[in-house]
Nanobody, 128 residues
């Protein structure tokens, strides 16, 4: 049974940093692509960053490139998202997810995840 639990959100001032963690169980990172998504009030879910299971290659949304870093600790089965230089527009609920159905793709508008296994979100609020 795939389970994901995100943590590490909070309130931070613009320019600050946070590190999100996602503890995974029921699978290993070699099994599925994994990633972080976020959703702000009134907005569609956005694919923030992902790691491909086959080769470890990473994807970042243009809005976070150069500021966010995704990483994984295979021994701990934990996914991380280091977020630096945070901006008020980064405010959202952040979710970690696994591509258990093989449906994720990167299109013209970024990473899309029609299906997947989702953890509960963690709130990130960036004040100006």
């Amino acid at each position: 049974d795939v389970q994901l639990q995100a943590s590490g959100g909070g309130l931070v001032q613009a320019g600050g940093s946070l590190r999100l963690s996602c503890a995974a169980s029921g699978f290993t990172f070699d099994d599925y692509n994994i990633g972080w998504f976020r959703q702000a009030p009134g907005k569609e879910r956005e694919g923030v960053s992902s790691v491909r299971s086959s080769d470890g290659s990473t994807y970042y949304a243009d809005s976070v490139k150069g500021r966010f870093t995704i990483s994984r600790d295979n021994a701990k089965n934990t996914l991380y998202l280091q977020m630096n230089s945070l901006k008020p527009e980064d405010t959202a609920v952040y979710y970690c997810a696994a591509d258990v159905y093989g449906s994720w793709y990167i299109g013209g508008s970024g990473l899309k995840a029609p299906f997947g296994s989702w953890g509960q979100g963690t709130q990130v609020t960036v004040s100006s």
